[in-house]
């Protein structure tokens, strides 16, 4: 019988393989349409834009540091589970090219889908007790240490990013941009709810 409480380690494997896979679809949408958004995955768009590097391997070396905090802030599980999460989107970001191909894609529709999907990643990831490390832990680790809301730390960084955005990329392109990471927030605002979703 499953657990109401706790996930079983199969269950937490397909939510962190759906995560992963969905993040690395997502991705691909966004680096084909040459669009940003926020967050770690925005710092290693934006740093494969400037260098030519993969985003898979940039991201991977980019979470890097992160993985400290995360063991502080949340503890073990949690840091194995968003290595396993990270290191197979970073895999799968690769590969997914080779797969998955786009004769039209609209910008904004493309921006939409990359929202809902990297929403349902994102949601897919947390309630496996899992994420795609980086910013969301500095921004935890800082609210425990100074208490300056974590929300706060990683609008902040957002906006910081979408400013250097605007030197790699026109702005038509940063706004359409906006406008996806603005769905992939408010996916993760109404759906979210740890009051209404108790399993870890």
């Avoid at 834009?49 to 993969?54: D, N, R, V």
């Avoid at 979470?63 to 290595?83: C, E, I, Q, S």
């Avoid at 191909?101 to 897919?124: M, R, W, Y």
Wanted: charged fraction near 10%; include cysteine; charge should be positive.
């Amino acid at each position: 019988m499953t657990d109401p409480v706790h996930h079983s380690f199969l269950e937490d494997a397909q939510g962190i393989a759906y995560g992963a896979c969905m993040a690395a679809f997502a991705i691909t949408i966004l680096t084909h349409l040459g669009l940003v958004t926020g967050q770690t995955a925005g710092l290693a768009v934006l740093v494969s834009y400037a260098t030519g590097w993969g985003f898979g391997p940039v991201f991977f070396a980019i979470n890097l540091p992160f993985y400290w905090l995360g063991f502080r802030r949340m503890g073990a599980r949690f840091v194995a589970k968003t290595l396993a999460a990270v290191t197979l989107m970073s895999a799968l970001s690769m590969l997914m090219p080779r797969w998955v191909s786009f004769a039209t894609l609209d910008p904004i529709v493309g921006a939409l889908l990359f929202g809902a999907i990297s929403g349902s990643a994102l949601l897919a990831l947390f309630r496996h007790g899992a994420s795609l490390g980086g910013i969301g832990i500095v921004a935890l680790y800082l609210q425990d240490r100074t208490g300056f809301r974590a929300g706060w730390t990683q609008l902040l960084f957002d906006a910081t990013l979408f400013a250097v955005a605007l030197t790699l990329r026109d702005v038509p392109t940063v706004a359409i941009s906006a406008l996806g990471a603005l769905i992939v927030n408010l996916t993760i605002a109404v759906n979210h709810r740890r009051d209404r979703y108790v399993a870890a």
